[in-house]
Every structure is written in C-alpha cells, then in structure tokens.
C-alpha cells in the first residue's frame, strides 16, 4: 500500500523508517482511512517483537508514517533464500510472534493478514539472539472503536493474501 523509505530525524540525528502514500493512493480516502488505523493500532502496542509506530500525519500532499528502522529481512526472503528452518529456530520465532500477538489482542486488534513478509528478522543488540519484528497492521481490525470509524473496508470485501488469512474471514 506505501513505499518505505529510511529517513533520519532531522533535530535528533534518530534513524528512522517512514512509509509514504504517495500520487492516487494519497488522495483515496479509504487508502488513507485504512493507513490511519494501521497507524492507530501499532501505535498501541509496546511488545519487543512488534515494529513500534511514532508518527503519522498529512504533509504536502503526502500522508506518512513513522516506525522503528528493522535493519534485517523478512521471513518470507530468509525461507526463500535458506529452504527450511529448523524446528528449534522456528518454534523460537513462534513463541516471540505469539507475544506480539498476544499484546495486539489484549489491546483490541485483530490481526487478519499475519504472514511471512510482515515478520522482519533481525539480531539483538548483544548479536546472540534472532528476534522477529511484526509490522504492517494494515489490515487489521480495532475492537472497541466508535461506530463506523473501523470500517475502512466493505463488509463483504476479502482484504489480505488469501494464504495467509483464517478460514472464517474468507
């Protein structure tokens, strides 16, 4: 839906990622309907393995998001490139992903397109553990909202990679 770009904070020197909608995308309203609460739900969440979000806003023409730089690859491109991971390392990964989604659900967001392109890998400070980071909330759902501010899609609308989504959305 954007185009992310490392971007370094101007007054404080902080490396940062920001995800533009840039030309049509920023003009269609429920394109940004549906950025705002990608914004809104990560911006809820604290969890180590979860992208943390520290702006949104319009400028310019241009609606942005600003999140944590993850200096790695996704899980799809580590898969792609390794073949199959270890039932160790995987089981690993697993349980860190089930806390970000535990903290996103306890929160009141229904994360409806987890898959392995939103799972970033990266090392911890200390270069001894492989944490996953997920992003892209997207398409996720925010319980507890006023009525009608949750419904960036149609009701009936298959939004997400039908792969990756639960039987009872599609």
């Known amino acids: 839906m954007g185009v992310v770009y ?3 904070h101007v007054h404080i ?17 429920a394109v940004i309907k549906r950025f705002k609460r990608e914004a809104l739900a990560a911006s809820r969440l604290s969890h180590p393995n979860t992208v ?4 949104f806003g319009q400028a310019n023409n241009l609606t942005y998001l600003v999140m944590e730089l993850v200096a790695g690859d996704d899980l799809a491109r580590v898969l792609r490139v390794d073949g ?3 039932s160790v390392r995987m089981a690993k990964l697993l349980v860190q992903i089930c806390g970000s989604l535990s903290e996103a659900h306890g929160a009141g967001i229904v994360r409806r397109d987890l898959k392995p392109e939103n799972v970033l890998l990266v090392r911890s400070r200390d270069a001894k553990e492989e944490l996953p980071k ?6 996720a759902k925010l319980r507890g909202l006023p009525e009608g501010s949750n419904d960036a899609t149609n ?12 039987p009872e959305q599609i």
């Open 84 to 86: 199959p991971m270890p």
């Open 13 to 29: 020197g902080k490396l940062m990622a920001m995800k533009l909608l840039a030309g049509a995308l920023s003009r269609d309203p």
């Open 52 to 55: 943390q979000v520290f702006d």
């Open 134 to 139: 997920v992003c892209d909330f997207g398409v």
């Open 6 to 8: 490392k971007v370094e």
């Open 155 to 166: 009701h009936d609308a298959v939004v997400g990679t039908p792969y990756y989504m639960a």
